[in-house]
């Protein structure tokens, strides 16, 4: 049977959701509405001279063969975010379930990093891989890699990987956590009175169980990636080297506040934005189907 | 106890608000991005000004790095409150420049306000970056400095390197020897990558950066530095980062740290690192003029200037203009020059200034702050060796830094990176060109 609730006056339902509603809009349509706008105009910096000049800023855009180059960077720095992330906090979240001492002191020390602003923790792991000064930099060169972030594309996408998982795992842990406290114990039991093994009840009994949080992280996790980190790559590498880490996000920072392009720079957002509500509304129509409530 | 204390201060202050004098004080707001030491500076110069007459107050107050002190400004602009004063870094010249209805030039606040001022009282060099091709000077020389060579003449002298090396083949093989004897991750390297080879390298040898002088002669100007001087210049560092003979130091100023740790013996970066060489270096270290390949004729020209000018809002009152007039003409005294230059490192914006430091024998005392002044004033500036002014030029450092990593990384050639940061630095320059009419 339905839940619901009969309101008998008319105007109290919108009077309930008018804070939620006033929050949208001021924070997000309008914002994304004044974004749509500003796609169409070229202007000035200061905001002097504005310009209506109709898609020439998407043909711009679409001319750039470094645009392109931000889009894959962008599928493969999020694959490898997302998955990582929330692999591995899953993993911990599991092991933090169990029966230990001192549990809620390991719970407390995952979830810290959640706290670290994201330039902060992009400075953090940029020291500590700094190639000739850098703690864990110099171990790596003495062991003979030649550990360059600056010119070596692969280990400066590694770096902004590691930094963007590190910041993320524990916001991931948290719900993973939640959600697995919430599996009854009694179901879990049961399997093994029938002789499951650890793994076949993590699979088959756990995991699906857990099939709600997991689909609301990766929901979470794909925005986390696309809006969240140009704070980290900023940081790290600047979207260097020879634009490795430059995903689509960070070109928009780049082009807007640095660049003062402003024209362009909400072209790149719109995009975006076109992406992220395309890639939600497949992971809402497709993989939802496979969530158990 | 404390809240008689509390109490007490209160008389006072409420006395003090009495005896405060009745007529207004026009307050002056001057954002910048100064750090540390600097920002000390900044402060106490804001103090004597204030302390030194009574109608106006000059408050500073700090805005972040340089990027971000101009995005508060201009975001502030466009919410209709402006600061005063705005520190703009040089690369920012081409944008404020165009912002015609922005910003208040210089050369305009002095005649309104009819403080005395004599652009020729200043350094050319200097002043040149932010004039008009007419000579009006538009914004307000604050903090300057020019690329120089820092040395660490203990290493050197370890190595076998008796003399410094003048030109770049014997910066090449003073690197290899350092190599030879232990430096194996770094013969020598730089910051700021497109400052130093593309910027102060063309000027340092008269090549032009880009047509019309450098853009300083309007905005319809076109990229020129993949001559093929420039390419070999590039195509040499590349084929010395394979064996690290050169080790590539990034974008930005982050890897200066490696000169202070001993790493790099031989570092390419701004005069401005001087006050941090003198704190962190443990050796016996100088500056000496940049570079240059002795086959190329007229070379050295001269160096050009980074560092950051004082920007003056538009759309203010007269009656606050005429406060910025007089911190400006405060500044330009020649003592209080001298010793800000003195104290800081920056170099001083007026001839009489160097010229007091001269005569005070202060550079025989301190011969690294005078390396950069002999670069600036090496020969009369020519069209290619100005200064620039490039729109977008924040981001446009950054594609020519994206080029020149492609060509160190091996992923292009030299010819290639440099004609693709060309014709994409064209691409920007044209967009710029149309918001800039």
């Known amino acids: 049977m339905e839940k619901s609730t009969v309101f008998n006056n008319r105007l109290l339902p919108y009077l309930l959701l008018l804070p939620q509603l006033v929050i949208t809009v001021v924070f997000f349509y309008w914002p994304a509405s004044q974004a749509i706008w500003q796609s169409f105009l070229r202007e000035d910096a200061f905001g002097l001279v504005s310009e209506y000049v109709g898609l020439e800023n998407y043909q711009a855009l679409f001319a750039q063969p470094e645009y392109y180059r931000s889009m894959l960077t962008t599928v493969i720095f999020s694959t490898l975010v997302a998955a990582l992330s929330l692999s591995i906090a899953l993993l911990f979240a599991t092991q933090a379930d169990k029966n230990l001492k001192a549990a809620s002191a390991y719970k407390t020390l995952m979830i810290w990093p959640y706290a670290v602003a994201p330039a902060v923790a992009g400075v953090l792991w940029f020291f500590m891989f700094q190639p000739s000064l850098g703690m864990l930099a110099r171990p790596l060169r003495g062991m003979g890699l030649d550990w360059n972030p600056l010119l070596n594309e692969n280990h400066a996408m590694m770096l902004v990987v590691m930094a963007s998982v590190w910041k993320q795992i524990s916001y991931n842990f948290l719900f993973f956590l939640a959600g697995l406290q919430s599996i009854p114990k009694s179901v879990i039991e049961a399997g093994a009175i029938d002789g499951a093994g650890p793994m076949r009840r993590f699979w088959t009994i756990i995991f699906p169980l857990l099939s709600p949080t997991t689909f609301f992280l990766l929901v979470v996790n794909v925005v986390y990636v696309f809006f969240d980190t140009f704070g980290i790559i900023d940081a790290v590498t600047g979207g260097g080297p020879a634009g490795a880490t430059t995903t689509m996000v960070y070109k928009v920072y780049a082009d807007g506040r640095l660049g003062g392009d402003l024209g362009g720079s909400a072209a790149q957002s719109v995009v975006l934005m076109v992406i992220v509500i395309a890639l939600t509304a497949i992971q809402f129509r497709y993989v939802e189907r496979k969530v158990q409530y | 106890m404390a809240f008689r204390q509390f109490g007490a201060a209160a008389a006072v202050s409420a006395a003090l608000a009495l005896t405060t004098p009745a007529h207004a004080v026009t307050e002056i707001q001057w954002w910048h991005a100064m750090t540390g030491g600097n920002n000390d500076i900044v402060n106490k110069l804001a103090e004597e000004f204030n302390a030194s007459q009574s109608d106006y107050k000059v408050v500073p107050s700090y805005k972040g790095s340089y990027p ?282 007026t001839k009489a200034a160097y010229e007091k430091s001269i005569k005070d024998g202060f550079y025989e005392k301190n011969p690294t702050l005078q390396t950069p002044l002999k670069e600036l004033t090496n020969k009369e500036p020519t069209e290619n060796s100005r200064g620039l002014r490039f729109g977008n030029m924040v981001q446009m450092r950054d594609i020519w830094s994206e080029e020149i990593e492609a060509a160190l990384a091996g992923k292009k050639s030299a010819k290639e990176a440099l004609d693709a940061a060309v014709s994409r630095g064209n691409a920007m320059l044209r967009a710029f060109e149309k918001t800039a009419k």
């Not at chain 2, 210089?106 to 007419?134: C, H, N, R």
Request: charged share 20%.
């Open chain 2, 68 to 349: 971000d002190t101009m995005n508060a400004g201009i975001a502030a602009f466009r919410a209709g409150n402006a600061p005063h004063i705005m520190q703009v870094f040089e690369v920012g010249t081409a944008t404020m420049m165009s912002a015609k209805g922005a910003i208040k030039p210089v050369y305009q606040l002095m005649k309104d306000a009819g403080e005395p001022f004599d652009p020729k009282a200043y350094l050319p060099t200097i002043t040149g970056y932010y004039s008009t091709s007419k000579g009006d000077m538009l914004s307000f020389p604050f903090n300057s400095s020019s690329m120089v060579m820092w040395i660490n003449k203990d290493e050197l002298k370890k190595a076998g390197v008796t003399e410094i090396p003048k030109t770049w083949p014997e910066v090449f093989a003073a690197a290899k020897k350092l190599k030879a004897a232990g430096h194996d991750t770094c013969g020598f390297s730089n910051a700021w990558a497109p400052w130093a080879h593309i910027e102060q390298f063309s000027a340092w040898h008269n090549v032009p950066i880009g047509t019309k002088a450098n853009g300083l002669d309007g905005f319809d100007t076109e990229l020129k530095f993949n001559s093929p001087l420039h390419v070999k210049h590039l195509q040499n560092l590349v084929d010395l980062q394979k064996d690290k003979t050169y080790d590539y130091g990034g974008r930005t100023n982050t890897n200066e740290a490696r000169f202070g740790s001993g790493e790099c013996a031989i570092f390419l970066t701004s005069s401005g690192y001087y006050a941090t060489a003198k704190g962190t270096a443990k050796f016996d270290f100088t500056s000496a003029p940049m570079p240059y390949y002795p086959d190329v004729a007229g070379a050295p020209q001269n160096s050009i200037i980074g560092g950051a000018s004082l920007w003056v809002m538009g759309g203010k009152k007269p009656e606050e203009y005429k406060g910025v007039a007089k911190f400006f003409a405060f500044l330009s005294d020649t003592s209080r020059q001298a010793k800000l230059h003195q104290e800081s490192g920056y170099l001083p914006i």
